[in-house]
């Protein structure tokens, strides 16, 4: 019988990392998600590299990807980020992974600006990788924010066998090369059901309004059938782990930017009434999943809502590029079999 959605199939050996959805822990190359450093660090544990080798490489990689704002321009004047960002990055014509990685930077900077009526900025390799990002994206450094928004791209760097990870794998077994594998990642990142939409928990936030707003609006969206966005998961059946790391992430941020304090109490109200809500309907665990607090805390930053896949994407790509690399060191050709239902002749 046909799997569904490979539902539990186990399709390869990985020591990239290991995601325990009954545990609620998420190790990445050996590292609990909370005790990740910076996002070159991160690189550094997937790709097996010294993260000063990284930080200078992925410097010099968006560096070389700038020539690419201008030669991309039409795949980046698309409205949709991730159209933009597919469509640009295939433009490459480096398969290094630190070349990759700060493409993906410049270009979803480049994109986000362009749709603000405003210049992209050049990348400074002299920054790490998030502060330059931070700095091409809202145009001025910012300290805070750039922090805030490094420890969002570790702690969603790596996430096991997702469908786009697996993407890319199928891509690189056929002897294909890197960038290919990352444009097709993007695709399947793309869709509703796996890039998410942690646009929809900012809508809610910004529905209920007010922490005593929480427990009415939370009950009429469950009697209409509705589900509660940025709740439940399909492998956590627990608090999913990396909600812990982006909440304490808004909660540093609100020492610098106040507005961050304030949405954060609301979004704690809205979800400690909505995992009560959920609980007494059924017998599922749902609990808050990555993208509640990803809304919360890349909106603090100041970070627009039409941003936060291609976002998602600049960090994904450093986990997409360790699972190419062992791909090509251990893997066969992915050719799995469909079982023939039609008619005989
Ligand atoms: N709110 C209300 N009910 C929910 C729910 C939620 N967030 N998540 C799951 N459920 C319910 C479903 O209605 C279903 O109930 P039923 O059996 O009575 O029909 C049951 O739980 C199982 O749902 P299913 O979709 O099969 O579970 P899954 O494990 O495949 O789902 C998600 C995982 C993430 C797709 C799901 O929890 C969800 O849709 N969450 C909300 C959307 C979300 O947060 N997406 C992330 C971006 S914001």
């Known amino acids: 019988l046909a799997q569904s959605g490979l539902q539990d199939v186990v399709v390869a050996d990985t020591e990239t990392s290991r995601v325990d959805g009954l545990g609620g822990t998420l190790i990445v190359a050996g590292v609990p998600v909370g005790a990740l450093g910076s996002f070159e660090e991160v690189a550094a544990l997937l790709w097996g590299e010294r993260p000063d080798a990284i930080s200078a490489a992925l410097g010099a990689g968006r560096r070389r990807a700038w ?4 030669l991309a321009d039409a795949a980046l004047s698309r409205s949709d980020g991730m159209v933009a960002l ?36 050049p990348p400074d390799p002299s920054l790490g990788h998030a502060a330059d990002l931070q700095r091409m994206v809202l145009g001025a450094p910012h300290p805070a924010r750039a922090r805030a928004l490094g420890a969002y791209l570790s702690t969603v760097a790596e996430h096991g066998m997702n469908a786009s990870t697996f993407t890319a794998r199928v891509v690189v077994s056929t002897g294909s090369d890197a960038v290919s594998a990352v444009v097709a990642a993007l695709g399947a990142l793309k869709g509703p059901l796996h890039g998410g939409a942690p646009g929809p928990v900012l809508d809610m936030l ?27 998961h399909r492998v956590y059946r627990v608090r999913d782990p990396r909600a812990a790391v982006l909440e304490a992430a808004v909660e540093r941020l609100a020492e610098d930017v106040p507005q961050a304090g304030a949405r954060l109490v609301l979004a704690r109200a809205v979800e400690a009434t909505a995992q009560a809500a959920l609980a007494a309907r059924t017998d599922r665990p749902l609990r808050a999943n990555v993208e509640f607090y990803t809304a919360v805390l890349l ?3 100041g970070l627009p809502r039409s941003a936060f896949t291609p976002l998602f994407a600049c960090a994904r790509t450093v986990g997409w590029l360790a699972h190419v690399a062992e791909q090509r060191a251990h893997g066969r050709m992915i050719r799995p079999r ?4 039609g008619p005989l002749p």
């Open 67 to 70: 020539p690419l704002v201008a």
């Open 86 to 121: 597919r469509g640009a990055l295939s433009l490459l014509q480096r398969e290094g992974p630190a070349d990759i990685v700060g493409a993906c930077a410049v270009l979803t900077a480049a994109w986000v600006r362009r749709h603000q009526g405003l210049a992209p900025l």
């Open 206 to 232: 910004d529905a209920v309004g007010s922490p005593a707003g929480a427990p009415a609006w939370i009950a009429q969206e469950l009697e209409a059938g509705r589900r509660i966005m940025g709740m439940g």
């Open 299 to 301: 909106d603090a930053i």
């Open 338 to 341: 469909a079982r023939y239902v």
